[in-house]
């Protein structure tokens, strides 16, 4: 009867090779883990961005609303019904006139366009920010830089509304804050994804959008606290936080080591993955043969790249020309002009 014992054994058998990582996300994931505390913290601090970015979005639901009033001489306002029929000896704000930007300076008379023109520029801005930084996060200044620049430049000019002494030089800062802001919540939202495991991305996105709420909760209860105040402290309550934030992300966020490895950093990119690391383990890895499949072709973003693609791309340019129909109907919606004659 033939022998039915194996030639070789168990312990014979040459050991397979472990397998190495085959894609950039998984050298880093091997490196720094999944969703470590570090990582929850560094995807908490970035996404904290947009609870500011939400109230430089709505404060001016606050600081630019039309105020209250009330008649002072009834004699008078019997024979008038509107604001801007009777003299200023016969009615009165209901609160203090520093409350709102269109009491201070006297605008309950002027026409939608003086008075949405502070909105309306703080939009324009979003719209020329996001045109002009949309791809420098990708090509030059990296994920972390690119929020911290545009924290910066959303704080600063928050801080400087608080001085506007009309309401022209007010509505060219607004537009300052909205091309500033623009960026900020793609960049919060994409950095804290990459600092973690492919696994955890959508739970760490989703982070984002819980700071969101909260910056959407807060800037109520920041305006009721100060509704006898100036409009201009209710900037500063913004701003000066944003400042701080901004310190706070210089010194304790980490740039994201794929867009390092992309952009051919790679001592840097070595440098973030052992700070981040887990494990002593990861800390003595070799770094040097780590990449087996290195992801190319993110080289050549320059700054209007993501817009010759989506004008290349049908479908891309339909989606848009409906999307901006939309936005263009919610406007007018908005500010009670009709759609259609």
């Known amino acids: 009867m033939a022998d039915s014992t194996p030639l070789l054994s168990d312990s014979d058998k040459p050991a397979e090779p472990k397998r190495l990582p085959r894609s950039l996300d998984e050298t880093i994931e091997r490196c720094i883990g999944g969703f470590g505390w570090f990582q929850i913290f560094q995807a908490i601090l970035v996404s904290f961005a947009w609870v500011f970015d939400t109230q430089q979005a709505f404060i001016s639901v606050f600081t630019d609303a039309q105020p209250t009033w009330h008649c002072t001489d009834e004699s008078v306002c019997n024979s008038f019904s509107h604001i801007c029929q009777l003299p200023k000896s016969a009615w009165s704000w209901d609160w203090p006139a520093h409350t709102s930007i269109i009491s201070e300076w006297g605008h309950e008379c002027s026409t939608s366009f003086i008075t949405g023109l502070p909105a309306s520029s703080f939009f324009m801005g979003c719209l ?5 930084l949309a791809t420098l996060a990708d090509s030059t200044l990296g994920r972390k830089n690119m929020l911290l620049f545009s924290c910066l430049m959303m704080s600063s000019s928050s801080f400087f509304t608080v001085f506007s002494p009309n309401i022209w030089i007010y509505s060219v800062l607004r537009f300052i804050n909205g091309f500033g802001r623009a960026t900020v919540g793609t960049c919060a939202l994409v950095l804290s994804t990459e600092l973690v495991g492919k696994r955890w991305r959508g739970q760490a996105g989703v982070i984002g959008f819980f ?7 807060s800037l109520p209860v920041m305006a009721y606290v100060n509704r006898d105040s100036s409009w201009r402290t209710l900037y500063l309550w913004i701003s000066v936080p944003t400042i701080l934030y901004c310190i706070l992300v ?10 390092l490895f992309v952009k051919g950093r790679k001592e840097e990119a070595v440098t973030t993955l052992k700070s981040m690391a887990q494990t002593a383990s990861a800390l003595t890895m070799s770094f040097s043969n780590v990449l087996i499949e290195q992801e190319s072709g993110n080289d050549n973003v320059d700054i209007y790249s993501s817009i010759k693609l989506m004008l290349n791309k049908r479908w891309a340019a339909r989606r848009l020309a409906v999307v901006m129909s939309a936005g263009f109907g919610i406007r007018m919606v908005y500010y009670g002009m009709p759609i259609c004659h």
């Open 211 to 217: 700071c969101f709420t909260l910056g959407f909760i």
């Open 128 to 132: 020329f920010g996001g045109l002009a």
């Open 250 to 259: 210089h010194f304790l966020v980490h740039e994201s080591p794929r867009w």
